[in-house]
């Protein structure tokens, strides 16, 4: 398994519909170490550092297929993984041009201290504070319910049925899932319905237990986000490769 240390922590309300979670990874060996990235539906800021270099920012958009990364001896990541929701009542501005990229951003976010005598709770704790101040708090409710239905089900809801749940057309769906993110909301559906099979598969199970017509179904999508590995390895993870595998809890 891969020799870095990994923590994460849940945002809780009233953030919970801005933040999936806050996330740090920390290699402090001597040794380069590989793993990769695949696609949860969910897109990043990340504050990434050396020993004794100057934190950069970075900023993903949503990634729609594996991503290999380095993380370099004696680094640390600090990451805050964001749901849809925060596109327009956070940072409020598409994240469309960013699907498979990141940018890096000058400076830091919401005046967040960053010492290297970093303390993840003190992090969280601080971010918790300053992005609660920064938040938009009059949220549109039909964007708040088609996400908590997205959510909910994994992605396996059909487009008219978000429609008439949230009184809001189809046309206007696609066209603000084009606009705001890059993706249709098709396509982000089937990354959520993939991202909810990690936990079968850590289990070893191998075979779909909901969203999926069928294995066939299921083997290509997972080929598709994955890097082209069938789901028997991508549930080996053999060196702890999919770190986003290696980090879930086991039942």
Known sequence: MARYIYRNALPGKPLEDI???????????????????????????????????????????????????????????IGISFKLLAVDYLFKHPIAALVDKEETLPGTLWDIPLTDNFDFDHFVTQALLHIGAAVQKDIDPRKQELFSILYASHGNVSAETISQTTHWSNRQISRYFKSRFGLSLKAYSNILRYRASFDHLKEQQLYPEEGYADQAHFIRDVKKYSGGVTPKRLAENKNGRFIQLSTLPKK
């Open 19 to 77: 933040i999936q979670c806050f996330w740090s990874v920390q290699n402090p060996t001597d040794t380069d170490q590989a793993y990769s990235i695949l696609p949860d539906g969910y897109f990043d800021v990340i504050f990434h550092a050396l020993s004794h270099q100057p934190y950069k920012v970075l900023f993903s958009g949503l990634w729609t297929k594996e991503m290999p990364v380095i993380v370099p001896a004696h680094s640390l990541s």
